[in-house]
Structures are given as structure tokens and as C-alpha cells.
């Protein structure tokens, strides 16, 4: 029997494990409503996130200011790469140029504010993707899927402010909407366009690949048929949008955003594998140890064991969901650097691998009790994410800032939020600290403490005048002898609201409106 005869019989069985089956046609309505609940609870968890004390306009992330920033300085006349150094592909920033356009007529605290509030959607966006992906599989798989995806810890963590990975599932969840048809590959219109959506998911960070290499492979050995139309609509949404600043600036493209990345997989201080598969598989953090080993071992057995009890070859849209999970898993241990928001997004194929074995293993005669068991536990992962998100806070330095630093002046920092969010990002002065919007990645993008990076440092300070450190020593800023003797020889110290900032000399610092300490030199 072919592949797709198989794949056409119904089954009459939930309990065949991991098999192709007929859509679910009864109960659409019920699983719609399990889609929906699922979506607004992350939606509404995303909410919450925001109006807790500081949340909505203070310093939550180092990477929103740099991705938000980027985006003011596009609408503002700088190019990313040309003109400031940017590590991650274009998408992301102009998918927030609208609202940075806004940030020069409502400033940019408030614009902050309102991409932040973009983040619920997006959250709400990722569950219906999710759901809508696996509800031919019935209410189980549904609720499993859908509801997994709302309380992924990884997930409604990253959906606080602006990070690129919820936004990278976004568009590879529509892209694999669009390519499938239930268990099978759509026709060759939908790969299509699901390529332009997979594609531009590369546009905002390059992690895409893994799971457009699957669907590749997948689309083998239909070459004509299905491979070219695919890999048309990656090239198309990748192209299209990069490809403006790469004639723009080639050189400093291809630094920034290829051997920059590579850079820091050779790195040092590696962090442990123990926590990266905890985070990995949304285990709290009492799981962080040896027993995240055991987390992801459980995981494994129940998708195992599911295809190994199967009658029939695993479907198409099974390898695409185990075969992504895997892969993401394998690249998110590459790099020495690893942040818990990175684990986002292995939420969807990992849901989505996990509600398909998990569906078809329970036996129709426990489906009840598998949906009740599986509700209860949705509940009380939310009352958790409830908990914890309650005692959640941020600073807002805004007016530390504000009383030292008059509008309009030139000030750089080594964290891009605290400017954005005091209405202090941009400067009547052009050029203004060369641009500098991440300065992390502009440390790294030239090599760390080189001499070439210290003179990039050198001259940014020399067209700067006032500097706002969080911190002398987190490696943001190679602050070397030879610099540190820049700000002690050309800028006097004001230290207040927990933050340093240095005012040039002969320029004044506003003073009245929050209190600080005495100026004084450098530390």
C-alpha cells in the first residue's frame, strides 16, 4: 500500500500510537474552545507580566533596547550594520518600525511601552498556531499541545518585553501551518508561502534553519514537486527583506551577523547541560541538576515509545515534530552563552511532539480521565506562573536619568533600555556615541579587548557626552586601562538611582528633581 492510501485510511482507534488517521471531524466546536482558553490564558499571563511594578516601563532585558533601539535608529536614518552594529538579521526590526516611527511624535518610553504590549498577542498568536497545527488529532493532543504551549515557562518568560524567540515561533508556526495538510505536505501554492513565512523567520534570528532543513529533507525525493517550490519561498522571505542591507553594508552584514555568531559558540564559561535541558524542557527550577537529565529522558520515552508501537511508518508532520525538536535541541547546546529565554522556542515542537505521542498512547477508554487530568494540570500551572509572576518587579531609572541628563543631549549606555525608556535614546547631535545601540554586540562583533574594539570604544566616547553605566565590570564595554583614563581625564562622575553616569566636563548635569549623590571622578 502507498504512502499516501495509507495515510488515507481512517483509524477507529485513539489508542494506535503515533499512526496517520482521519481528521477529526466531530467535536470541532470543543476543540476550538480548548484553543481558545488556552490562547487567552497566555495571553492573559503576558498581561499580567506587564502590570507588575515596573514591568511595563522600566529595565527588564538588555536585548529589548537593543532590538526596540535598532528599530528607532532605522526610522531615525541609520542603518543597521552600516552604521551600528546589530548581530541578529533585520526582521524583527522592521517589524517594530511602525511603532518606533510612533516613538517621534509620543516619545520613546512610551513606544517602549506600547511594543511591550504587543508581546500578549503574540503569546495568544503561538497557542492558536498551536493548536490549529495539532486539532486533527482530537481534544486531547489539543488540550495537551495548545496548553503546554500557554504555560511553557521559557514562553510566557520571554513574552515580558520584547525578545526575538516567541516572535521567531510566530512565523515558523505559520509557515508550518501553511505547509501542512493534517499529517501530510500541502500542495505546492501553500509550500510556497509557507517557505516566505519560514523564511523570513530567519530574518529575525537564523535558529530557522533547523526547522526548514526538516521540512527539506521531508519534501524529498518530490524535488520538483515539492523541494522547489519550498525552498523558492525560504529564499523569497529571506531575501527580500535582508537584502537592502546587504548591498548596503556586505562586510559588516556578513561580520555582524555571520562570524560574530560563530564567534561566541567558541567561547568560554560554558553553561552547564544540566540547566540548559531543564530550561529546554520547561522543568522548574528545582529540576535544574541530574533530574533534568531524567525530565528529558521521560520526554524521550513517551515519544519513543509511541513510534516504535506503531503499525504503520510515523507520518510526515511526526518527523517534522520530533525531528525539530531534536535538532533545536542539539543547536541550543552549541553555544557556551545560554539564556533562559533561548528555550522558547523549542515550546512548539516540543508540545507539539509531546500532545502527539501523549494522544495516541491513552486508550479511548481513559480519554475522559486523560482530558480531566491534563485540565487540572493547566489550571495549576497557571495558578503557578500566578504566583510567580505576582512577586515579579523591575527598576525604572527614568527619572535618575532624567535629573542629570537634559533632552536632546548625546548620551550612550551600556544598556540601550535605560536611555529608550528616560526619552534620552535620541540626540539632536549627529552621530551621536557613532550610533552605538548594543554594546555587547559591538564588544564581541570586533573581537573583545582588541586594540581595534578599544579604538571603536575610544571614538564613540570621544562623540559622547554623557555615559550611563549600569556597571564597570559586565563586559559590555571593554573598559581597559586606556579607556577607564578616557573617563577619568574627560568626564566627571555623577552616581545615582544605582546606576554611574558621566558628564563631560564643562557640560552641565541637571540636578533637583531625584536625589544622588556628589559628583565626583571616576572610580
Not at 15 to 44: C, D, K, N, R
Not at 93 to 116: F, K, N, Q, Y
Not at 296 to 324: D, H, M, N, Q, Y
Not at 393 to 409: C, E, K, T, W, Y
Request: glycine share 10%; charged share 15%.
Amino acid at each position: 500500500m502507498s504512502r499516501d492510501a495509507f495515510n488515507a485510511v481512517p483509524r477507529r482507534s485513539s489508542s494506535l500510537p503515533l499512526s496517520p488517521h482521519a481528521p477529526v471531524v466531530q467535536g470541532q466546536a470543543m476543540i476550538w474552545a480548548i484553543i481558545a482558553v488556552a490562547s487567552l490564558i497566555a495571553m492573559a499571563l503576558s498581561i499580567y507580566q506587564l502590570t507588575r511594578p515596573g514591568m511595563l516601563f522600566g529595565l527588564t532585558e538588555y536585548d529589548d533596547g537593543v532590538y526596540f533601539g535598532s528599530a528607532i535608529r532605522l526610522v531615525n536614518g541609520a542603518l543597521p550594520y552600516r552604521d551600528f552594529v546589530l548581530v541578529q538579521p533585520p526582521g524583527f526590526v522592521l517589524l517594530a518600525s511602525p511603532v518606533a516611527l510612533l516613538s517621534r511624535v509620543i516619545g520613546t518610553r512610551d513606544a517602549m511601552a506600547g511594543v511591550r504590549l504587543c508581546m500578549p498577542l503574540v503569546a495568544a498568536a503561538n497557542v492558536l498556531l498551536v493548536g490549529a497545527l495539532i486539532r486533527h488529532r482530537g481534544r486531547l493532543p489539543t488540550l495537551v499541545g495548545a496548553g503546554m504551549m500557554a504555560t511553557f515557562p521559557a514562553e510566557v518568560g520571554a513574552t515580558h518585553t520584547v525578545l526575538l524567540e516567541p516572535v521567531l515561533d510566530l512565523f515558523c508556526l505559520l509557515g508550518a501551518l501553511l505547509v501542512f495538510d493534517g499529517e501530510m505536505l500541502s500542495g505546492r501554492r501553500r509550500l510556497l508561502l509557507g517557505g516566505v513565512a519560514l523564511g523570513f523567520a530567519g530574518t529575525v534570528k537564523g535558529w530557522a534553519v533547523i526547522p526548514v532543513l526538516v521540512i527539506a529533507v521531508l519534501c524529498l525525493p518530490q524535488v520538483w514537486r515539492r523541494l522547489a517550490p519550498f525552498i523558492s519561498g525560504v529564499a523569497i522571505g529571506f531575501a527580500v527583506p535582508t537584502l537592502p542591507f546587504v548591498i548596503a553594508a556586505p562586510g559588516s552584514f556578513y561580520r555582524d551577523v555571520v562570524t560574530t555568531q560563530l564567534a561566541r559558540i567558541a567561547g568560554t564559561g560554558r553553561i552547564p547541560i544540566t540547566t540548559r535541558l531543564a530550561d529546554l524542557m520547561g522543568a522548574p527550577h528545582i529540576f535544574h541538576g541530574w533530574l533534568a537529565i531524567a525530565v528529558a529522558i521521560g520526554f524521550a520515552a513517551v515519544v519513543i515509545a509511541a513510534l516504535t508501537r506503531s503499525k504503520g511508518r510515523p507520518t510526515t508532520f511526526e518527523w517534522f515534530a520530533v525531528g525539530s525538536t531534536v535538532g533545536i535541541g542539539a543547536l541550543l547546546m552549541l553555544p557556551v552563552q545560554f539564556y533562559g529565554h533561548y528555550a522558547a522556542f523549542i515550546a512548539p515542537f516540543l508540545a507539539i511532539a509531546l500532545a502527539s505521542a501523549i494522544g495516541l498512547l491513552v486508550p479511548a477508554t481513559l480519554l475522559r480521565t486523560a482530558l480531566a487530568i491534563v485540565a487540572l494540570g493547566l489550571i495549576a500551572l497557571t495558578a503557578n506562573h500566578v504566583r510567580v509572576i505576582g512577586a515579579e518587579h523591575a527598576a525604572d531609572r527614568a527619572l535618575s536619568i532624567d535629573a542629570v541628563i537634559p533632552a536632546g543631549a548625546c548620551a550612550l549606555a551600556d544598556s540601550p533600555a535605560d536611555l529608550i525608556t528616560a526619552d534620552r535614546f535620541i540626540s539632536a547631535s549627529p552621530d551621536c556615541g557613532d550610533n552605538i545601540t548594543d554594546p555587547y554586540g559591538t564588544t564581541i562583533s570586533y573581537g573583545g579587548s582588541k586594540p581595534a574594539t578599544v579604538a571603536v570604544w575610544r571614538h564613540a566616547f570621544e562623540n559622547t557626552d554623557y555615559l550611563v553605566l549600569y556597571s564597570l565590570r559586565n563586559g559590555r564595554i571593554p573598559l581597559v586601562p586606556s579607556l577607564r583614563a578616557e573617563l577619568d581625564d574627560h568626564f566627571r562622575l555623577v552616581s545615582t538611582g544605582g546606576l554611574l553616569i558621566y558628564v563631560r566636563d564643562g557640560l552641565p548635569a541637571i540636578s533637583g528633581r531625584q536625589g544622588g549623590s556628589a559628583p565626583g571622578r571616576g572610580l
